[in-house]
């Protein structure tokens, strides 16, 4: 079998995957969706066990994280292992890892060893604090870091206390950044032909997602807190109970309020004295958000989502998970996506963006351990009598 085709827009390059647990894969599955042809490069000790907070193998999140790869079998702690992993990065275009800073120092198989067999690699990084500073050592973990970057000091009701947000946004956004500096290195090299050491955290991904709430802080000063189903400053926008449910409405800048109030039946907010401006709106949000409540309340969420959508005002359901997948544009746009070859037949979460000539898809289910380790070591010149070798070493 040859190297999963999941796209042809990065099918030049061949990528080393060390990665576990969430981060690390999510970098990899970016480059694997788009067609690089990746290597999963996993320990023997873990045969039978799942990948800690990536699940076990068989598992939902394993097969979302690991689509589009092959797998190989490679003791890196063993000398054999090591320095047959050092043949396989000599020819490959990206090794990523998201060990502690020390480890792979002490495999010897960390950026500056392996540029001296390959300048031209590109070797990325995810840690959880840093490779430098006083919080290099520390294990890494997502809601540490969405508590230390801020982000759950600003999630929840006002005096609720800190709220985790309910997906691990911090180890997300930590591999997307990755994935976006691997490829931001591989055009870079087309230039100067040399590969470079790409580095990331879960705190500094969670700190950049704060976002204008930052720059709130580092232009003004201001320290945001929770503001609930707020938003922090554009006014009215909410959540707001229907007859039968609940939706959200963003009645934000002066023609779009003037456009709800009127859909809404309410025309003589407009010139009520507390609700003229967008500033008198922010300083009495809160009984202005009693009287758009008792208006809302009195018609169904279909109702009100397609009258003010109508009118222009940005309106919308709140979706449980599967309403999300059973909703038509989202079917429209396919974010579900059959893995092809799998069986039983398997469903996951498609890319989300779209390219007009080199479309990514889901080529292939997630590998069995170990489960091309002779025809990848053979595709990088390793003679049967070596791969023996390393088998007799237990290396393999």
Not at 62 to 72: C, D, E, G, T, V
Not at 112 to 126: C, E, H, T
Not at 376 to 390: Q, Y
């Amino acid at each position: 079998m040859a190297a999963v085709q999941a796209s042809t827009a990065l099918s030049r390059f061949v990528v080393l995957d060390l990665t576990r647990v969430r981060s690390g894969p999510t970098a990899v599955r970016q480059l694997a969706d788009w067609g690089a042809n990746v290597i999963k490069i996993e320990s023997p000790a873990v045969e039978g066990e799942g990948e800690a907070m990536g699940g076990p193998r068989g598992g939902s999140d394993f097969q979302n994280l690991h689509r589009n790869k092959r797998a190989i079998v490679l003791d890196l702690k063993s000398p054999a292992g090591a320095a047959a992993f050092r043949r396989l990065a000599a020819k490959a275009d990206v090794v990523v890892e998201n060990f502690r800073p020390d480890v792979k120092h002490r495999l010897g198989i960390d950026y500056d060893s392996l540029k001296a067999i390959n300048p031209r690699l590109v070797y990325a990084s995810i840690s959880g604090f840093g490779e430098t500073g006083p919080y290099r050592e520390r294990p890494g973990f997502d809601q540490i870091a969405q508590g230390m970057g801020g982000l759950m000091s600003i999630t929840g009701l006002p005096g609720q206390g800190p709220v985790r947000v309910g997906i691990p946004v911090a180890d997300l956004t930590a591999g997307v950044f990755c994935a976006q500096g691997i490829l931001v290195a591989l055009l870079e090299r087309e230039v100067s032909g040399q590969g470079q050491w790409v580095q990331t955290s879960l705190l500094q991904a969670q700190i950049f997602m704060l976002d204008f709430q930052a720059s709130r802080f580092l232009v003004k000063g201001e320290v945001a807190g929770q503001a609930g189903n707020n938003h922090p400053t554009s006014i009215p926008t909410g959540v707001f109970k229907t007859a039968d449910g609940h939706i959200n409405i963003a009645a934000t800048g002066q023609k779009i309020w003037e456009r709800f109030c009127q859909t809404v039946g309410a025309p003589e907010w407009l010139a009520h004295p507390d609700f003229k401006t967008g500033d008198l709106r922010s300083r009495n949000r809160d009984a202005l958000n009693a009287l758009i409540q008792a208006r809302i309340a009195g018609k169904t969420s279909a109702e009100w989502v397609a009258a003010l959508n109508a009118a222009g005002v940005p309106s919308g359901p709140i979706n449980s998970i599967d309403a999300v997948f059973a909703d038509p544009q989202v079917r429209h746009l396919g974010m579900a996506a059959k893995v092809e070859g799998a069986a039983p037949p398997l469903t996951l979460v498609a890319q989300p963006f779209k390219l007009s000539r080199t479309p990514s898809r889901l080529a292939g289910p997630p590998p069995a351990l170990g489960q091309h380790t002779e025809q990848v070591l053979a595709e990088f010149g390793f003679a049967p009598a070596e791969i023996e070798s390393l088998r007799d070493q237990r290396a393999i």
